[in-house]
């Protein structure tokens, strides 16, 4: 099956714990996204990345950490220094061939819980 | 920054009734695009709509676009209980952008 996963489903952070959250896909795929959703609320994009070894920030970056060493993988730290990190984290991917905008394939999510 | 911005911020229709959906977004676009998610998933995309398009259909889905007016809306026609979800418009490049979505509820 192609797609998107995200894993975990569920993650808990203690104070002053640094976590990962996994973002993998197999759609062939060059761009990747995070995003962040609090309750009620719409998307915010953390980070970007369109290609292999480069990523480029979002508009609350701060915080978080990316890497992009595959281009099927596109992990996201949430540091310490991510005061509100509880919410709801999402991967998507696109073609990334084009420099307009693309249809996004999204994961299924992680809630990352603080103790 | 939030780029679209929907409206209502929900809804709640009885079943086979229409549900329209409204989406105002500031810069100019390429292309704007709506999605669904239901809750706690991750979202699913829905239908895309090109800049020189006015009108676009999929399905029970109904998409117009007046660039004039910056703004779009997304018409579902003959609701079902399984459309009850948020819906979301989405504009930009690889930074897209979403509103903070449409909150709607089909009640059987």
């Known amino acids: 099956d192609g797609g998107i996963t995200q894993s975990p489903k569920y993650l808990f952070r203690k104070e002053g714990q640094n976590v990962t959250l996994s973002c993998e896909q197999n759609?062939?795929?060059?761009?990747m996204y995070w995003y962040r959703q609090d309750p009620g609320q719409g998307l915010r994009l953390i980070y970007y990345?369109?290609?292999?070894?480069?990523?480029q920030k979002g508009d609350i970056a701060e915080g978080y950490s990316v890497s992009r060493e595959k281009k099927e993988s596109f992990p996201l730290t949430v540091t310490s220094a991510q005061k509100h990190p509880t919410a709801f984290y999402l991967c998507?991917?696109?073609?990334?061939?084009?420099?307009?905008?693309?249809?996004?394939?999204f994961g299924p999510g992680t809630r990352l819980l603080v103790l | 920054s939030q780029q679209g911005e929907e409206d209502p911020q929900a809804l709640s229709i009885q079943e086979g009734e229409n549900a329209t959906m409204n989406c105002s977004y500031k810069?100019?676009?390429?292309?704007l695009q709506w999605y669904r998610q239901n809750s706690g998933r991750g979202l699913v995309h829905l239908i895309l709509?090109?800049?020189?398009?006015r009108e676009k259909h999929s399905g029970r889905l109904r998409v117009t676009l007046d660039t004039s007016k910056k703004s779009s809306s997304l018409l579902i026609t003959a609701s079902r209980a399984a459309d009850t979800a948020s819906y979301f418009c989405?504009?930009?490049?690889?930074?897209?952008?979403f509103g903070a979505g449409t909150r709607l509820t089909v009640k059987p």
């Open positions: 998507a991917s696109s073609i990334g061939r084009l420099a307009i905008q693309e249809t996004q394939y």
């Open positions: 759609l062939n795929h060059d761009a």
């Open positions: 990345s369109q290609i292999v070894n480069d990523f």
């Open positions: 810069t100019s676009i390429n292309n």
């Open positions: 709509i090109r800049s020189n398009e």
């Open positions: 989405a504009t930009g490049g690889n930074d897209m952008r």
